[in-house]
């Protein structure tokens, strides 16, 4: 008897399975079919209950019969199942930003969200990476091998994209830039958090927090400590499993709340 | 279906690309107003209307233009329907809110733009408005930065007239719009060869507020729970009210509101007791804007009310009593116009005070405000509409977008995680 979250990202799609205790999980990139990657996720399993979210989770709740959530509230959920002190989470996803204030109880209190476009999320780190030809799982280190830093006036990803070339025409050095781009997301993100006034303890999740340079400049930034747990890309789905699991036992009657865990 | 072809080629429409308009228009009609379930039987006329969008009322206007009438165009709940309609005119609210005028507008006017105004100016440039086409000529306002500066350069392509509103609710600023009232007067009888008297002004004006009472019987009615009507029906209903005629809406309204107080009585309505109910604030949604409102409305929650140029901003006060002089009304239209809690005002803190009350008189369990992207006054004013709801513990979810169709995904994210939080 099991249950299952599948959190159907812009970027990556995961899944974590539940018993008593998380027993599996799964990462995989979306690519332009996530339907068909859920399909093949899941070929032969059967759970009692399976909850989708994320971005896609409108596409493929139906043609599962899972239920959906919003990923706000799954990663309050999850964030909080593994720090039950948990009472902000950051979330630097692969299209956008959101950081969620919770309740002394753990409840979704008030949350903040990047509009429209892709500034200041993992998509803006990845295309820079491309532009300075680094791998996206180096750039964090790369920027924090910098001696100095150059100013990034653009937070947009088309704009900032044109700035980080014309900067490298005048032949700034590579790391300083990558330290730059890093300034500028961190203070988006710390902006937004400080919209919704973070309370410590700070989860910060979702694959943006794999990266150590931003992690550096959001903790010095918000001056406060962020707690990044092992896969933080898997909150979300956690989140979805343990609402799976906590809705079956209530039979249901409270869909938005976190579970009885 | 009568072709009208022939009437919009006159009215020197681009046919191509009406053509794709339409079509457009038709399949997000049917997706997100049709599909809906448990319609009030009335919503039939609207129906009707909206299948007729650009041809039955545009051949009404041409009828009334054939016959010498004149035909004025507007964008904004400050220019006075009813002085319009005392000079023997039609007034008629304009396009102005689709993504598919944008690149029009885009060729001329600069990006960072809102929404409305590039929509607006984009169908003069495109040519797919057949309102705006046959209209003699264009009443505009100065209600934003934007919106006055596009005005002069659509004074280059369509006859342009410019009255203006007050920034402050002052004595002075009454003084300043009552003299832009008699101002649109001598325009009016100019244009018409009307002599616009105190008898046909208040005939007018009584017209016009029938409309508006019998939108207010239609917003009070959504003051029960279950809602008897869904949001995305009462918007499209006050959508329809700035450009169809008067009398017969006005009539067309109660027969609806009929059908939903009966609806009340028998605790019917497109959603359950216990949905979410949610209260709109902000800038005005145009035809065919349903955007925000099918997000909300397909996540499960109920629009109870739009705090909204396009919803109480419109029918909210009456003219009402005057002492029947030609100025006494002038006088009343200018009073009526400076208790529009529009953003444009500073300070307006009345229009908190109005969200406040819609949100407890219709027990809204949450208020989404709405801001198109590049609206200065409104996303402003969101910051205190904000701290207002904060202190009241109202939650609220501020929405910064436009007209396009790219941020629905994250919209709906925002609007689930919203509800699940109220639903507790």
């Given at each position: 008897?099991?249950?299952?979250?599948?959190?159907?990202?812009?970027?990556?799609?995961?899944?974590?399975?539940?018993?008593?205790?998380?027993?599996?999980?799964?990462?995989?990139?979306?690519?332009?079919?996530?339907?068909?990657?859920?399909?093949?996720?899941?070929?032969?399993?059967?759970?009692?209950?399976?909850?989708?979210?994320?971005?896609?989770?409108?596409?493929?709740?139906?043609?599962?019969?899972?239920?959906?959530?919003?990923?706000?509230?799954?990663?309050?959920?999850?964030?909080?199942?593994?720090?039950?002190?948990?009472?902000?989470?950051?979330?630097?996803?692969?299209?956008?930003?959101?950081?969620?204030?919770?309740?002394?109880?753990?409840?979704?209190?008030?949350?903040?969200?990047?509009?429209?476009?892709?500034?200041?999320?993992?998509?803006?780190?990845?295309?820079?990476?491309?532009?300075?030809?680094?791998?996206?799982?180096?750039?964090?280190?790369?920027?924090?091998?910098?001696?100095?830093?150059?100013?990034?006036?653009?937070?947009?990803?088309?704009?900032a994209?044109?700035?980080?070339?014309?900067?490298?025409?005048?032949?700034?050095?590579?790391?300083?830039?990558?330290?730059?781009?890093?300034?500028?997301?961190?203070?988006r993100?710390?902006?937004?958090?400080?919209?919704?006034?973070p309370?410590?303890?700070?989860?910060?999740?979702?694959?943006?927090?794999?990266?150590?340079?931003?992690?550096?400049?959001?903790?010095?930034?918000?001056?406060?400590?962020?707690?990044?747990?092992?896969?933080?890309?898997?909150?979300?789905?956690?989140?979805?499993?343990?609402?799976?699991?906590?809705?079956?036992?209530?039979?249901?009657?409270?869909?938005?709340g976190?579970?009885?865990? | 279906?009568?072709?009208?072809?022939?009437?919009?080629?006159?009215?020197?429409?681009?046919?191509?690309?009406?053509?794709?308009?339409?079509?457009?228009?038709?399949?997000?009609?049917?997706?997100?107003?049709?599909?809906?379930?448990?319609?009030?039987?009335?919503?039939?006329?609207?129906?009707?209307?909206?299948?007729?969008?650009?041809?039955?009322?545009?051949?009404?206007?041409?009828?009334?233009?054939?016959?010498?009438?004149?035909?004025?165009?507007?964008?904004?709940?400050?220019?006075?329907?009813?002085?319009?309609?005392?000079?023997?005119?039609?007034?008629?609210?304009?396009?102005?809110g689709?993504?598919?005028?944008?690149?029009?507008?885009?060729?001329?006017?600069?990006?960072?733009?809102?929404?409305?105004?590039?929509?607006?100016?984009?169908?003069?440039?495109?040519?797919?408005?057949?309102?705006?086409?046959?209209?003699?000529?264009?009443?505009g306002?100065?209600?934003?930065?934007?919106?006055?500066?596009?005005?002069?350069?659509?004074?280059?392509?369509?006859?342009?007239?410019?009255?203006?509103?007050?920034?402050?609710?002052?004595?002075?600023?009454?003084?300043?719009?009552?003299?832009?009232l008699?101002?649109?007067?001598?325009?009016?009888?100019?244009?018409?060869?009307?002599?616009?008297t105190?008898?046909?002004?208040?005939?007018?004006?009584?017209?016009?507020d029938?409309?508006?009472?019998?939108?207010?019987?239609?917003?009070?009615?959504?003051?029960?729970?279950?809602?008897?009507?869904?949001?995305?029906?009462?918007?499209?209903?006050?959508?329809?009210?700035?450009?169809?005629?008067v009398?017969?809406?006005?009539?067309?309204?109660?027969?609806?509101?009929?059908?939903?107080?009966?609806?009340?009585?028998?605790?019917?309505?497109?959603?359950?007791?216990?949905?979410?109910?949610?209260?709109?604030?902000?800038?005005?949604?145009?035809?065919?804007?349903?955007?925000?409102?099918?997000?909300?409305?397909?996540?499960?929650?109920?629009?109870?009310?739009?705090?909204?140029?396009?919803?109480?901003?419109?029918?909210?006060?009456?003219?009402?009593?005057?002492?029947?002089t030609?100025?006494?009304?002038?006088?009343?239209?200018?009073?009526?116009?400076?208790?529009?809690h529009?953003?444009?005002?500073?300070?307006?803190?009345?229009?908190?005070?109005?969200?406040?009350?819609?949100?407890?008189?219709?027990?809204?369990?949450?208020?989404?405000?709405?801001?198109?992207?590049?609206?200065?006054?409104?996303?402003?004013?969101?910051?205190?509409?904000e701290?207002?709801?904060?202190?009241?513990?109202?939650?609220?979810?501020?929405?910064?977008?436009?007209y396009?169709?790219?941020?629905?995904?994250?919209?709906?994210?925002?609007?689930?995680?919203?509800?699940?939080?109220?639903?507790?």
């Amino acid at each position: 008897m099991t249950y299952a979250g599948l959190d159907i990202g812009s970027r990556t799609i995961a899944l974590v399975e539940l018993d008593e205790r998380p027993e599996g999980f799964v990462i995989v990139d979306t690519g332009p079919n996530p339907l068909q990657r859920c399909r093949r996720l899941l070929r032969g399993k059967a759970y009692q209950r399976l909850v989708a979210t994320g971005y896609g989770r409108g596409l493929v709740a139906p043609v599962f019969a899972a239920d959906s959530i919003s990923e706000i509230t799954a990663y309050a959920v999850g964030a909080r199942h593994l720090y039950p002190d948990c009472r902000t989470v950051i979330d630097v996803g692969g299209q956008d930003c959101k950081v969620t204030l919770l309740s002394d109880s753990g409840e979704v209190q008030k949350f903040e969200m990047n509009d429209r476009c892709a500034a200041g999320t993992g998509r803006f780190l990845e295309v820079m990476a491309r532009v300075l030809e680094l791998e996206i799982g180096e750039l964090g280190d790369h920027a924090l091998s910098a001696k100095d830093t150059v100013r990034i006036n653009s937070l947009c990803t088309v704009f900032a994209e044109s700035e980080v070339v014309s900067l490298i025409a005048r032949g700034a050095n590579c790391q300083a830039i990558a330290l730059g781009l890093h300034e500028a997301i961190a203070t988006r993100v710390a902006a937004l958090a400080r919209r919704v006034g973070p309370r410590e303890r700070v989860v910060f999740a979702g694959g943006g927090a794999l990266n150590p340079c931003l992690q550096r400049l959001l903790s010095r930034k918000l001056s406060v400590e962020l707690t990044v747990p092992d896969r933080p890309q898997a909150v979300g789905a956690l989140g979805a499993a343990l609402i799976a699991r906590g809705r079956t036992r209530s039979d249901g009657a409270d869909p938005g709340g976190p579970p009885p865990i | 279906m009568t072709d009208y072809r022939e009437m919009w080629a006159e009215l020197g429409l681009d046919l191509e690309k009406h053509d794709a308009l339409l079509q457009a228009l038709s399949s997000m009609y049917g997706s997100i107003i049709l599909s809906q379930d448990n319609r009030p039987k009335a919503m039939d006329y609207f129906d009707f209307v909206i299948g007729e969008i650009h041809g039955l009322r545009v051949q009404e206007l041409m009828d009334h233009r054939s016959k010498g009438g004149k035909v004025v165009g507007l964008y904004c709940v400050f220019v006075p329907e009813d002085l319009i309609m005392a000079a023997g005119a039609i007034p008629v609210g304009l396009c102005a809110g689709t993504q598919f005028s944008v690149p029009d507008a885009e060729e001329v006017l600069p990006r960072n733009t809102c929404a409305l105004i590039k929509s607006s100016f984009g169908f003069k440039l495109g040519r797919t408005c057949p309102y705006l086409q046959a209209s003699d000529f264009v009443v505009g306002e100065t209600t934003c930065d934007g919106k006055k500066k596009m005005y002069e350069i659509l004074g280059e392509y369509h006859p342009t007239y410019v009255m203006e509103v007050p920034q402050k609710k002052t004595p002075l600023g009454r003084e300043l719009f009552l003299d832009e009232l008699r101002g649109l007067k001598e325009r009016l009888e100019q244009e018409t060869g009307v002599t616009i008297t105190a008898e046909r002004l208040a005939e007018a004006t009584s017209l016009v507020d029938g409309k508006r009472r019998a939108l207010q019987r239609l917003h009070n009615a959504r003051k029960a729970r279950p809602a008897p009507i869904s949001g995305l029906d009462a918007l499209l209903v006050t959508q329809i009210a700035f450009y169809d005629d008067v009398a017969r809406f006005t009539e067309k309204v109660n027969a609806l509101c009929d059908e939903l107080e009966g609806r009340i009585v028998g605790g019917e309505g497109p959603f359950p007791a216990d949905a979410p109910r949610v209260l709109l604030s902000g800038c005005p949604m145009a035809i065919p804007n349903w955007k925000l409102h099918r997000v909300i409305e397909d996540s499960g929650a109920v629009v109870v009310g739009e705090e909204s140029c396009v919803g109480t901003r419109y029918f909210g006060n009456l003219t009402g009593k005057n002492d029947g002089t030609l100025e006494g009304q002038l006088r009343a239209i200018a009073d009526r116009q400076l208790e529009t809690h529009c953003a444009c005002f500073t300070p307006n803190d009345e229009r908190l005070e109005d969200i406040l009350e819609l949100a407890s008189g219709w027990a809204a369990d949450g208020v989404v405000h709405y801001a198109l992207q590049f609206c200065h006054t409104y996303a402003n004013e969101a910051v205190k509409v904000e701290r207002t709801l904060a202190r009241e513990n109202i939650p609220l979810l501020r929405i910064e977008t436009d007209y396009s169709d790219e941020d629905v995904g994250q919209l709906k994210t925002r609007v689930d995680a919203f509800l699940e939080m109220i639903r507790r």
